[in-house]
């Protein structure tokens, strides 16, 4: 069995890739959130809900203990500092791989109009998620750092990749690609280790994503 453990798991992206993970009859997965109780459903013999802290080391070596990639979906003005936690805590149990999600922008990789729009709405964060990027890359560890730009809830699974240093592709990333893209990780995890991807939808280039067109 592959164990893997979803930290924020509550959380509307993880919500996509739970299914996706669980359509792999080999993989076990542990669902690390703050109230146990709102997915307490979903205990099973492959599923495993631990309530948790990220800010308590202790909490996450408890829970990253035995797991062979971490997948964190958090955010918030806190995403370093929680992102470095979840290193420490998986240096210390022996974890290999950790999957981030950051943002797109954060190497003003977009293109010039998209990223002077994205920039004036949300350019505040961007310091954070060049900084939870920035720990992944120099963990130590395997690492994935995923940096989707507007997420939607569209049902669409299809995504492009873009590498550090390219032009990002598009302006939309649907929460629903992102589960697909783990779940692809997670049955090859040699394919996507230690890069850095934009992922984007096929066919949303532009100016802004269409909800703001």
Known sequence: MKNVILIGANGSTSQEIIPRLLEQADVKLTLFL???SRLQHMQSGRVNVVEGDSSSLAD???AIRGQEIVVSTMGGMDLGAKTANIVQAMREVGARHIVVISAGG???ELPPAFNAWDKSMV???RPINFKTAEIAEQSGLAYTVLRPVWLTNKPTEAFQLTRKGETYK????????IGRFVAELVK?????ANLNLGISQPDTDGGRPEAYR
Do not use: D, F
């Open 60 to 62: 996450l070596m408890r």
């Open 170 to 177: 598009g302006t939309e990333t649907s929460r629903a690609s």
């Open 188 to 192: 090859n995890p040699q394919q996507y």
């Open 34 to 36: 703050r109230r146990a």
């Open 106 to 108: 954060i190497y003003g």
């Open 123 to 125: 350019g505040q964060y």
